[in-house]
């Protein structure tokens, strides 16, 4: 293909999705509005299977199939990573040497680190019923244990970071979402259906059927999903060296 | 009052999406990016969308500069190798 046809692709394509965009956004509701086709619909179907938030709601009931999706493009997306950051052949791994750290620094990770893991994990475990979920409280989750890394060093940080046990933990999770489905479809309904639990107390931990146990599901995914993924980064950054050609 | 921090929000993305472009060190470029993110959380909440908001804050402004820093520093360590071996 020549440059200049390439070019005229690229505009004919350009202006095509456009005037397809402006064409959207023309027939949109007004911006700020407090009604909507859409999230009217949605907040009623969340509140008649009492789930008080109704993002958590949409995410892992009404749309629980295209979570079912992100999950997996996350997943694939970690195995993608921990292929290609692998120790190759003609390179070694070097012990990291202890590190400094000055103590101010040392004390504010050492207090925070607790406040944030407590945070991430209440942010999962309300998902259901304030903003957040899985997804949220899963990355806080991880990226709090690496606050050891900034506070102490890459030693400490292993020691509290099994890797095997969250690459489990990562396939385990996204097992449980899909056997949670699959459920659903034994119990005589749908995959993915909310239709297998009693809906529970509206507002209360145990509300809204599956959603609970479907944000608990990518929480511990995400977590693990993110902590396999630094640590593939870590151990590329800090401890694996290239064999230098004689 | 809700449009003013509406417009402030907006204000504050464009300003620091044009620094992190304009930026040219991948270190900074990191840092600016943080910032983006803290900004755009505030954005996501004025508009009130503090579910997105909260993502944004947790990848924008943490795991993806962290994953940025961490690239840095093996690329200018494997420099540094090939340096020092000749």
């Keep these: 293909m020549s440059p200049r046809l390439r070019l005229w692709l690229v505009c004919a394509a350009g202006s095509g999705l456009a005037a397809l965009l402006v ?6 509701p007004g911006f700020g509005g407090d009604r909507h086709p859409y999230g009217d619909r949605a907040v009623d179907a969340s509140l008649a299977r009492r789930t008080a938030n109704t993002v958590a709601s949409v995410n892992f009931d009404q749309r629980a199939f295209d979570t079912l999706g992100e999950m997996s493009i996350l997943f694939a997306a970690v195995l ?12 070694h791994r070097a012990r990291p040497e202890p590190a400094h750290v000055d103590r101010p620094v040392r004390r504010y990770t050492l207090l925070v680190l607790p406040v944030a893991l407590l945070t991430g994990l209440y942010v999962i475990a309300h998902g259901q019923l304030s903003p957040g979920g899985g997804f949220q409280g899963g990355v806080v989750a991880a990226t709090s244990l690496h606050l050891l890394y900034v506070g102490a060093d ?3 940080l292993e020691r509290v970071r099994p890797i095997g046990v969250y690459e489990v933990g990562d396939a385990l999770s996204a097992s449980a979402y899909v056997v949670t489905g699959c459920a659903g479809v034994l119990a005589g309904t749908a995959f993915l259906a909310n239709t297998l639990l009693p809906y529970g107390t509206f ?14 599901a990518i929480g511990m995914e ?19 060296e290239e064999v230098r050609s004689l | 009052m809700a449009d003013a921090l509406i417009a402030v929000a907006l204000l504050l993305v464009a300003v620091s999406a044009t620094v992190a472009v304009v930026t040219r060190d991948p270190v900074r470029q990191a840092l600016v ?27 924008g402004s943490a795991l993806t500069p962290l994953l940025l820093l961490l690239t840095v520093r093996k690329v ?11």
């Design chain 1, 222 to 240: 995400v977590a693990c999903a993110v902590v396999v993924l630094l640590a593939r980064f870590l151990d590329q950054a800090v401890e694996i």
């Design chain 1, 80 to 91: 993608g990573c921990v292929v290609l950051l692998r120790q190759t052949r003609d390179e």
């Design chain 1, 203 to 216: 507002n209360t931990l145990s509300s809204g059927g599956t959603v609970p146990l479907l944000n608990a």
């Design chain 2, 33 to 59: 990016l943080a910032v983006l993110g803290i900004v755009l959380a505030v954005l996501f909440t004025v508009l009130q969308a503090p579910d997105v908001g909260l993502s944004q804050l947790a990848v």
């Design chain 1, 154 to 156: 890459y030693r400490a």
């Design chain 2, 76 to 86: 200018r360590r494997r420099a540094q190798d090939r340096d020092g071996g000749r």
């Design chain 1, 23 to 28: 064409a959207a956004c023309l027939d949109l």
